[in-house]
T-cell receptor, first 112, second 118 residues
Framework: RKEVEQDPGPFNVPEGATVAFNCTYS??????FFWYRQDCRKEPKLLMS???SGNEDGRFTAQLNRASQYISLLIRDSKLSDSATYLC?????????????FGAGTQVVVTP | DTAVSQTPKYLVTQMGNDKSIKCEQN?????MYWYKQDSKKFLKIMFS???????INETVPNRFSPKSPDKAHLNLHINSLELGDSAVYFC?????????????????FGPGTRLTVL
């Protein structure tokens, strides 16, 4: 079983619509959670960290459910520029040199 | 001024050759990483260095040898290249992985080196 699992998509979203997707992780000792964005043939870039109480950054909302071991990302009012692959990242464990574990990504395609 | 740079950007080579990829960061970060992203887009950690010391060494063939001459550089040398080594290799850094308060450290990635082995 992969440590971080994501629905690969693609999620085809009309411009202006809302899209949401989840990511599950297997290590219950994980401490830190992130969403990264990766455009085609580019490097991953941090979109947002995910805090225990959930957090919002503009049109993006992230939630963490520790009991069920998943995090979610919701994008409101989708823009064409939101088309990308969204990588779920889970860090940490009992040791302090927690590795970043990446999911394989969820592809989002926003259409006009 | 690029924060994390990698050279070369593209590398096409024959099976059996030996090649190196270089990474440099000007962020003053202590921790540097090498990741491999294969054709299925899965980004997998290979190595991590903190202050020139190897701290993470995943199950990577010993044909891959990282080297950190100083805190700002982490190079990756690959011997006897195989077809399965074809991938995009990303270098990344973060301020300091192993200290309290580092939970939400962001990782900064280089632009990647696309390696094709023929």
């Amino acid at each position: 079983r992969k440590e971080v699992e994501q629905d690969p998509g693609p999620f085809n979203v009309p411009e202006g619509a809302t899209v949401a997707f989840n990511c599950t992780y297997s290590n219950s000792a994980s401490q830190s959670f992130f969403w990264y964005r990766q455009d085609c043939r580019k490097e991953p870039k941090l979109l947002m960290s995910v805090y225990s109480s959930g957090n919002e950054d503009g049109r993006f909302t992230a939630q963490l459910n520790r009991a069920s071991q998943y995090i979610s990302l919701l994008i409101r009012d989708s823009k064409l520029s939101d088309s990308a692959t969204y990588l779920c990242v889970v860090k940490g464990g009992l040791d302090s040199w927690g590795k970043f574990q990446f999911g394989a990504g969820t592809q989002v395609v926003v259409t006009p | 001024d690029t924060a994390v740079s990698q050279t070369p950007k593209y590398l096409v080579t024959q099976m059996g050759n030996d090649k190196s990829i270089k990474c440099e960061q000007n962020l003053g970060h202590d921790t540097m990483y090498w990741y491999k992203q294969d054709s299925k887009k899965f980004l997998k950690i290979m190595f991590s260095y903190n202050n020139k010391e190897l701290i993470i060494n995943e199950t990577v063939p010993n044909r891959f040898s990282p080297k950190s001459p100083d805190k700002a550089h982490l190079n990756l040398h690959i011997n006897s290249l195989e077809l399965g080594d074809s991938a995009v290799y990303f270098c990344a850094t973060d301020p300091k992985s192993g200290v309290a308060g580092a939970r939400y450290n962001e990782q900064f990635f280089g632009p990647g080196t696309r390696l094709t082995v023929l």
